[in-house]
């Protein structure tokens, strides 16, 4: 079983930065992909990032291309989202996620971000 702990989310405005943490402990991390996912209200969860804990390629959801980057710290099995020139429809709970194939897919309990105008 993988725990993922998100903290980092608040309020910010339109143009602002923020970075925002994912936590993981269990076993065989290594094996796990680890991304970043969002839910707007009313919308359904979207794909944000995603990392790898080797050195293999990260991959963006076009809308946050070039604003956002992901990035880990294995030595202390954290994931991290710098969000940068955040925009209003940046707005939406920030889940974690590791994706283990066969080993189990886990979720974080998420942390908001709203971004006003």
């Known amino acids: 079983q993988v725990l993922l702990a998100e903290s980092g989310g608040g309020l910010v405005q339109a143009g602002g930065s923020l970075r925002l943490s994912c936590a993981a402990s269990?076993?065989?991390?290594?094996?796990?992909?680890m991304g970043w996912f969002r839910q707007a209200p009313g919308k359904e969860r979207e794909f944000v990032a995603r990392i790898t804990w080797d050195l293999g390629p990260t991959i963006y959801a076009d809308s946050v291309k070039g604003r956002f980057t992901i990035s880990r710290d294995n030595a202390k099995n954290t994931v991290y989202l710098q969000m940068s020139s955040l925009k209003p429809e940046d707005t939406a709970v920030y889940y974690c996620?590791?994706?283990?194939?066969?080993?189990?897919?886990?979720w974080g309990q998420g942390t908001q971000v709203t971004v006003s105008a």
């Open positions: 269990g076993r065989f991390l290594s094996t796990y992909r």
């Open positions: 996620n590791a994706d283990g194939g066969a080993r189990g897919d886990y």
